[in-house]
C-alpha cells in the first residue's frame, strides 16, 4: 500500500500554501506562475478565457490525485480539474488545478461471453483520439463526441452527446465503473451496484462530485458506419436548411444527423471549395445497412448541389471526420440552446439572424437532432438531464479579444431569435464558461436538488466550488 504523505497545514488563513510541500508529496508535478509550463497547462482550448490557478499539479498517479485534494482542503483551495482544456470552468482564480494529461493509460477488454462485449479502460487524461485509433483494429465504435480531441473523462462527466446518439444514447450511459476522488480524499472505485448515488451523479453532474482518475465503458461492435457530410453554396442555403427541417421528423433511430452554417477561414486544411466562404453542412451518421443509408440520405443530396458530397460507408474509428472539429486552441465565443421542435418557420427565423445575408460574425451555427435512444431514461438513471428536448443549437465564433463581445451579443440575439421553439435549458456539455448559472439550466430542480445533496456528502468542504458546481 502506498503511503500518502500529506503537506501540513498553512498556519494561519491567508498565507499562501506552501506549494514546495506539496511538490514533494507527489510522483507527478507542480507548477506554478511564472513558468512556461503553467501557461501550456493552465491555457484552455478557448483561449479567450484567462485562467489564474494558484498552481497546477500535474497527477501522474491517482494517489496524486488524493494528495492534492486533501491539500486543497487543509489549505482552504477550490479545486479544479482539466484534462484537455475544451470545456473549462469560468473562473479558476486561487484554485489548484488538477491536470490529468498523464493519467493517460488506454487498453480495450473482449469478453468470451456470447454476446462478445468489449470494453475499454481509460485513465482521466486520455481522449477519444486514442480509444479510436485502439478501436480500429477489432471494428469496435465508441460514443465519443464531434471532436475526437476532447477527454473521454470530461465529455462523460457531462453525458456525451455525439454524432451517433439517437441510435445508442449519451456515452454515459455506457459507462460500466468509475476510479474517483471526491472531495472527501477518498479514491472510490465505484459501480451502480457498489455506489448506486454516486455511479447516478458521475454521469452527467460534470465533475461536480470529484474527479474521476480512470473509467471502464463499453465499445459497440460496429466495424463500419455509413457516414460524413454534405457541404452546399450560400446560395442553396435557405433550400437546403428547409429540406432538413422537413427531413428530420420521419429518420429512423438509426441516423443522427445535424447541419451546420460553417465560416471557415481560408487555411491549411480547409478545402477550397470551402474557404472563405458561406456553406452549410449536412452532416449524418447511419449505422445500418449502407444502401438504406443512402436511400434516407438521397432527398438531402438533391435539395441542392453539393459542393463536396463526403458521405459514404467509412470505418467508425474514423468518425471524428464527420464533423471535422478543429484541434487547435483559438479565442472563441460560444453560445447554446435546446429547442423542442425545428419546423421550416424556425428554419427561417434562423436564416434571418445567421443565414448567408445575416452578416453572421459565427464561424459555426450547428442544430443537432436529438432523440432517438437519447430520449430514452437508461436502466440505470443518470444525472442527464433534457434527455427529451429534440433539437440543439450551438453556435462558436472566433475572434480577436475585442471583437469577441460583439460576437457573444449576436449568439445572445441568435438564442432569442429561436424563442418560440425553445425548450429551456442546455446540455451540461454545452454550457461551458457559464458558471453557475449555466450548470443550474443544465438539470432539473430535482436532479441539482438531488447533486447538492451528494456533492454535501461526498465533497463535505466544498472543494468543487468553481464554475459547474451547484450551488447550497
Ligand atoms: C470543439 C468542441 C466540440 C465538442 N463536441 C461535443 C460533442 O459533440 N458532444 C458533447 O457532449 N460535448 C462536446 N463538447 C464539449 C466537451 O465534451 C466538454 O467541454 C467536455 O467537458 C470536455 O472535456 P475535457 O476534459 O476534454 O475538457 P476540460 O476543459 O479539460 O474539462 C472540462 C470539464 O470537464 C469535467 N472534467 C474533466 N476531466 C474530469 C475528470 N477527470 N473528472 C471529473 N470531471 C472532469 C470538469 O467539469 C471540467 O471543468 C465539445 C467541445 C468542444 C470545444
Known amino acids: 500500500m502506498e503511503t500518502i504523505h500529506t503537506p501540513p497545514p498553512s498556519p494561519a488563513s491567508g498565507v499562501p500554501a506552501p506549494f514546495a510541500a506539496l511538490r ?23 483561449t479567450a478565457v484567462a485562467t489564474r490557478p494558484a498552481a497546477v499539479l500535474e497527477a501522474a498517479t491517482a494517489v496524486d490525485v488524493v494528495v492534492g485534494v486533501k491539500f486543497a482542503a487543509v489549505h482552504n483551495l477550490a479545486v479544479a480539474v482539466q484534462a484537455t482544456g475544451h470545456g473549462i470552468a469560468s473562473d479558476l482564480d486561487g484554485a489548484l488545478l488538477i491536470h490529468t494529461r498523464s493519467l493517460d493509460e488506454c487498453s480495450l477488454a ?3 461471453d456470447p454476446h462478445g462485449s468489449a470494453t475499454a479502460s481509460t485513465g482521466a487524461g486520455v481522449t477519444w483520439k486514442t480509444v479510436l485509433s485502439q478501436c480500429e483494429g477489432p471494428g469496435l465504435a465508441t460514443l465519443c463526441g464531434s471532436a475526437p480531441g476532447v477527454s473521454v473523462a470530461g465529455y462523460t462527466s457531462g453525458g456525451g452527446i455525439g454524432p451517433m446518439v439517437r441510435t445508442f444514447g449519451a456515452a454515459s450511459d455506457k459507462v460500466r465503473s468509475f476510479d474517483v476522488v471526491t472531495g472527501d480524499g477518498m479514491l472510490r472505485h465505484v459501480t451502480a451496484d457498489s455506489e448506486p448515488d454516486l455511479f447516478w451523479g458521475l454521469r452527467g453532474g460534470k465533475g461536480s462530485l470529484g474527479i474521476i482518475t480512470g473509467m471502464e465503458f463499453d465499445l459497440l461492435p460496429l466495424p463500419l458506419i455509413y457516414a460524413g457530410t454534405l457541404f452546399f453554396a450560400a446560395a442553396d442555403v435557405p433550400k437546403v436548411l428547409r429540406a432538413w427541417a422537413q427531413w428530420c421528423p420521419a429518420l429512423p433511430h438509426v441516423a443522427t444527423t445535424s447541419v451546420a452554417f460553417m465560416q471557415l477561414p481560408p487555411m491549411p486544411g480547409v478545402p477550397e471549395p ?20 443512402a436511400r434516407w440520405l438521397a432527398p438531402l443530396r438533391a435539395a441542392g448541389t453539393p459542393l463536396l458530397d463526403a458521405v459514404g460507408p467509412m470505418p467508425s474509428s474514423m468518425i471524428g471526420l464527420v464533423h471535422a472539429d478543429p484541434d487547435d486552441a483559438l479565442p472563441a465565443a460560444e453560445g447554446s440552446a435546446l429547442l423542442m421542435s425545428f419546423d421550416t418557420a424556425a428554419a427561417d427565423a434562423l436564416l434571418a439572424v445567421a443565414g448567408p445575408d445575416s452578416a453572421s460574425p459565427q464561424l459555426m451555427v450547428e442544430i443537432r437532432q436529438l432523440g432517438g435512444a437519447l430520449a430514452q431514461e437508461p436502466e440505470i438513471p443518470s444525472a442527464l438531464c433534457h434527455r427529451e428536448a429534440a433539437f440543439g443549437l450551438h453556435t462558436v465564433g472566433a475572434g480577436a479579444p475585442q471583437e469577441l463581445p460583439a460576437v457573444a451579443a449576436h449568439s445572445l440575439r441568435l438564442v432569442e431569435s429561436m424563442s418560440v421553439w425553445a425548450y429551456g435549458g442546455t446540455l451540461s456539455n454545452f454550457s461551458a464558461n457559464t ?5 443550474s439550466a443544465s438539470y432539473t430542480v430535482p436532479v441539482l436538488e438531488k447533486l447538492t445533496l ?19
Not at 470551402?274 to 443509408?293: E, M, Q, S, W
Not at 458558471?435 to 450548470?439: A, M
Not at 451528494?454 to 447550497?472: I, K, N, Y
Open 435 to 439: 458558471g453557475k448559472s449555466g450548470f
Open 24 to 46: 514533494n508529496s507527489i510522483a507527478g508535478s507542480l507548477h506554478e506562475p511564472g513558468s512556461n509550463s503553467y501557461v501550456a497547462l493552465a491555457t484552455p482550448w478557448n
Open 274 to 293: 470551402l474557404a472563405g466562404k458561406f456553406t452549410i453542412a449536412v452532416r449524418y451518421v447511419y449505422t445500418g445497412n449502407p444502401d438504406d443509408g
Open 110 to 112: 473482449t469478453s468470451r
Open 454 to 472: 451528494l456533492a454535501q456528502e461526498f465533497d463535505p468542504e466544498h472543494l468543487f466550488r468553481l464554475g459547474q458546481v451547484p450551488t447550497r
